[in-house]
């Protein structure tokens, strides 16, 4: 047997059958798989026992739930292969992929290989930058800072025997526990190599699926992550001291030097990491859902990764990281909330039934210097977890919906104003690229993105918006006869200062206000990034209140279907 292919599943009906069929495709043939059932409560067990009914490559185990690590730990256990290659149930692989990884290893007699790994959401898909560079490289030094920045065993391929011979298994921990296990087996291998093709596809499935309004992250949560962290830090730490003390003294003084340069870099690139992605990118970016508890230890820890850098990266961190201010310290929770970058309105327009999944969608975008403000009339509707955050309030108001925004635009302190009149939600990445391109174009009153419709576990095109936000209408001031068509609030993001005029109108009726606002005010388009929301085409269509747009878009439509049903203008 060459390679043995793991898979750990856990209540994973939805995506195992698309990962197990993707391995039975395989290219290269001499493999097996063993697929670890976690405990699952759904009907996961079945669909691997029929692949296992169908293909006698494949094998079922089956334990109590335990976690990823003793999963995998579980199918090293029973593995036999030459090779193993680790993979999750919910993502997908090239038909390639096996071939491409063994023939790789046997032509460079590798103890590791590392291929490309591409990630995908349903919008887009890209490769992941360290996996990529990895990928080109047929000698890959351990001290290579792309490998703090591929942790996921998942689009690598290891020698069982190097496994077993220094019986490497992963920590039982739920957190990081990859990184500790890669991090080892790298320090014991011998030739490592790239393998030039895309060979795992990560999927990062929606936002709806696994999100939780009220959710908050655990101290729990944090404790494993930090932990493991600290393992690797150990890790790191001894192979850099293991490279001082094994460095010849016979080296001329710029060989020894270039060493030591490598291992103090390779350091310092660790804390860069363990600083952007987990400490800032998990948790300080998240802050409002972070407990008290855990926010003294977390800046502790931010400060000692700033100890351990070189100046240099810090000042990198500090550029890549504009809206997190870091020149000034970090901050509080309560200095973000004195003094956000944005504030967002949440105003009774928006129905009960969506209104914790759009204050959900607000906290679990990555920008944190943002208040939120909403409408009394909602504060029965909201979860009683969230009503605790301490940038949230309530405005009690006895007027419409444009009265709100005026409250609202007086409370704002920051620079950039939101409202929320649709039940529309942030992806992560939505309102920061709204705020970063706000930040670039200083010229610019307001600023649109596109949405599209939340579906059935996917995303679905909203014809009327793709059409209003048509590339060339992506410039300042863009004159367009579907403008009308990007009548709602929601989608967009507006400069305070400007509102706070009082010369443009915030009245009952928000798309007769959007309507003036194309005419008066200096506004863009933003491709390349979207809200989500329940609003249908039709919706969309109806709330138009220019007839030409609704004419001109119904036209346009009507060619649109005569096109795919194959008729000729």
């Known amino acids: ?316 961190v500090v550029r890549n990281h504009k809206d997190l201010r870091l020149e000034d310290g970090l901050m509080t929770a309560d200095m973000l909330k004195e003094r956000p970058l944005v504030t967002v309105g949440v105003s009774s327009l928006v129905e009960p039934r969506h209104v914790d999944a759009v204050l959900g969608s607000i906290y679990d975008q990555r920008l944190p210097a943002f208040r939120v403000l909403v409408d009394g009339n909602l504060k029965e509707y909201v979860d009683v977890e969230i009503r605790k955050r301490e940038n949230l309030e309530f405005i009690e108001h006895r007027g419409d919906p444009g009265d709100f925004k005026k409250a609202v635009l007086e409370r704002c302190g920051g620079k950039y104003v939101c409202f929320i009149d649709q039940a529309a939600c942030y992806g992560k990445e939505t309102l920061y690229r709204m705020y970063e391109e706000m930040e670039r174009s200083p010229g610019i009153h307001f600023l649109s993105v596109g949405m599209k419709k939340i579906g059935d576990g996917r995303f679905e095109e909203l014809a009327p918006m793709n059409v209003a936000m048509f590339s060339q209408f992506q410039k300042k001031n863009a004159i367009s006869e579907f403008n009308g068509l990007d009548w709602m609030f929601s989608n967009k993001i507006f400069r305070t200062e400007r509102l706070k005029k009082g010369d443009v109108p915030l009245t009952a009726d928000p798309a007769k206000d959007i309507e003036a606002m194309f005419s008066s005010l200096n506004r863009k388009k933003m491709g390349g990034t979207f809200m989500m929301t329940w609003m249908s085409s039709d919706d969309i269509v109806k709330g138009c209140l220019q007839r030409k747009a609704r004419k001109r878009w119904e036209e346009l439509w009507k060619a649109e279907i005569d096109r795919r049903n194959g008729k000729k203008g």
């Open 1 to 316: 047997m060459r390679v043995s292919i793991i898979i750990p599943a856990y209540n994973a009906e939805k995506y195992i059958g698309d990962m197990l069929t993707d391995v039975k495709d395989q290219t290269f043939e001499d493999f097996e798989g063993l697929v670890i059932d976690d405990g699952s409560t759904d009907g996961t067990g079945e669909i691997i026992k029929g692949f296992c009914d169908a293909d006698e490559r494949f094998r079922y185990f089956r334990q109590d739930n335990a976690g990823v690590s003793a999963a995998r730990n579980k199918g090293l256990d029973n593995a036999s292969g030459e090779y193993v290659a680790f993979y999750d149930a919910d993502d997908r692989i090239p038909k390639d992929s096996l071939r491409d990884m063994v023939s790789a290893a046997e032509e460079k007699n590798a103890d590791l290989v590392i291929g490309a790994m591409e990630q995908q959401n349903m919008t887009a898909k890209q490769i992941i930058r360290s996996t990529g560079r990895l990928s080109k490289c047929e000698d890959i030094i351990k001290f290579d800072s792309d490998l703090l920045w591929s942790f996921s065993p998942c689009n690598k391929l290891f020698r069982r025997g190097l496994i077993e011979g220094r019986d490497f298994r992963f920590a039982a921990l739920k957190r990081a526990e990859d990184g500790i296990f890669t991090q080892t087996y790298i320090g014991a291998c011998g030739k490592i190599t790239g393998c030039d093709s895309v060979v795992y596809k990560y999927i990062k499935h929606g936002f709806i699926e696994d999100h939780s309004a009220s959710q908050n992250i655990s101290f729990e949560y944090y404790s494993q992550m930090t932990e493991a962290l600290d393992k690797i830090a150990q890790i790191v730490h001894a192979r850099v001291q293991k490279a001082f003390e094994t460095t010849p003294f016979a080296l001329e003084r710029s060989e020894a030097a270039e060493t030591v340069s490598k291992c103090l870099s390779y350091r310092s690139n660790f804390y860069k990491r363990y600083l952007e992605v987990n400490l800032l990118g998990e948790f300080y970016r998240y802050i409002w859902k972070v407990p008290g508890n855990v926010r003294a230890d977390l800046a502790d820890r931010i400060e000692n990764c700033k100890k351990n850098m070189f100046p240099s990266e810090w000042a990198k």
